[in-house]
Structure formats: C-alpha cells, structure tokens
C-alpha cells in the first residue's frame, strides 16, 4: 500500500483559494487518488477521485502530475465551513481494497 | 453517491458489557465492508476487512475475539465490542463501497465505556 505525505496543518482566509498537496511516491500503477473530508465526529465524506491529469467536480479539483508521484487538492473560494482534515489517500480502484489512513491535513479557514 | 447507515450513532455502557454496532449499506450491496476506530485528534485506523459469508481479515494488533465481525447479509456488518473496557471508548466507522467503486464511509458511532 502507498504511503502518503500531507502538512499536519494549514490556515487560510474565506474566500481564497486553498490547495493541499500530497506526496506518493510509491504509487503503483492500478493506483488512484481519493480525497476524503472529515469534520469532528462525522465519517470522511468523498471529494474526489483521479488518475492522472486533471479532475474536477463540483467542490474541488484534482491536479495530478505526469509522474503521479503527488497530487494536489484545489479548493476555490473556501468559506468556514470547510474547516475539517482532509486525508489522501491512494489505492486501487475497487470497493475490495482496503484503504490506509495518513495523518490527515488540518485545514482552519479564518474570517 | 452510495449511501452507509451505523446504528446507534453514541451509546454509553458499562465496563464488561457487549455493545454491538451496525453498518448497513443502504441502496446497494456490499461484499466487502471494512470497520476503523479514531480516538480524538488521531486518525482512522484500520481493525478489520469484513467479508461476506467469510471470516473477517483483521490488522495486526487488533483482537479478534474482543472485536467480532458479522457479516451476514450484503447490506449489513455488524461489529460486537464483547467485555468492552474505558480503553476502547473511541469513534468505530465503517464503509462500503459498491463494485468498482471508491468506498463510502457511515456516520461513525461513538463508544463511551464507563
């Protein structure tokens, strides 16, 4: 399973762009990246999930360099409820494979 | 996107009681459903891959005849903290996922042993 590297934490300010990188090198190749959000006493709640290049959606986007070595989470114009930690996570496509949890990133987002 | 219920959300017992924990999916069938516990501030750690009509898989460290899975149904996991302990007041989650799919976790339920 491919470990991943986050910041601990970050702050920002409504209304700015936030974008939380995460390191995996030992990606494998049936490998994707899926970002999770929790709040406190809450169950993750999926972001989104790539493979390569670029993925967005409604909420956020996904940039994945050629290599895949890392990826980035890019959330537009943050207000304060997205304050909670945001995990990155890397496994193969499957409903069967079991996902490891890294530290997480803490993100605080100030008036 | 899938749906995962856990029942109770909270519930509070006493020291050498069972207390069981349900995971349901809820619009669609799941053969594989993991279990995680979090203790404040930490993240989700993995106890088990709980399959159905098999035995469970469970991590390194983590008892299995303390924490036992059931999954008997492919809608519904249960995990049964027998003799719980102050130690294992924590945050159980699960998830699911359908075929070829990311997983989708629960609400999580939290355990509090007096």
């Known amino acids: 399973l491919a470990k991943t590297t986050q910041p601990i934490s970050m702050d920002s300010y409504e209304g700015q762009e936030v974008n939380i990188t995460c390191s995996h090198n030992?990606?494998?190749?049936?490998?994707?990246i899926t970002w999770y959000q929790q709040f406190p006493s809450q169950g993750p709640r999926f972001i989104i999930q790539?493979?390569?290049t670029k993925v967005t959606n409604e909420v956020a986007s996904l940039f994945i360099p050629a290599d895949r070595k890392s990826s980035t989470l890019s959330l537009p114009r943050v207000s304060l409820s997205d304050t909670a930690v945001y995990y990155c996570?890397?496994?193969?496509?499957?409903?069967?494979?079991?996902?490891?949890f890294g530290s997480g990133t803490r993100l605080s987002i100030r008036p | 996107g899938a749906v995962v219920s856990q029942h109770p959300s909270r519930v509070i017992c006493k020291s050498g009681t069972s207390v069981k924990i349900e995971c349901r999916s809820l619009?669609?069938?799941?053969?594989?459903m993991f279990w995680y516990r979090q203790f404040p501030k930490q993240s989700l750690m993995l106890m088990a891959t709980?399959?159905?009509?098999?035995?469970?898989?469970?991590e390194q460290g983590v008892e299995k005849d303390k924490f036992l899975i059931n999954h008997a149904s492919l809608t519904l996991s249960t995990l049964t903290v027998t003799s719980a302990h102050p130690e294992d007041s924590s945050f159980y989650i699960c998830?699911?996922?359908?075929?070829?799919?990311?997983?989708?976790f629960g609400p999580g339920t939290r355990l509090l042993v007096l």
């Open positions: 998830s699911a996922g359908t075929i070829q799919e990311t997983q989708y």
């Open positions: 030992n990606i494998a190749t049936n490998d994707y």
């Open positions: 790539g493979y390569k």
């Open positions: 996570l890397v496994a193969p496509y499957s409903s069967a494979s079991k996902i490891i």
């Open positions: 619009d669609f069938q799941a053969t594989t």
């Open positions: 709980s399959n159905e009509g098999s035995k469970a898989t469970y």
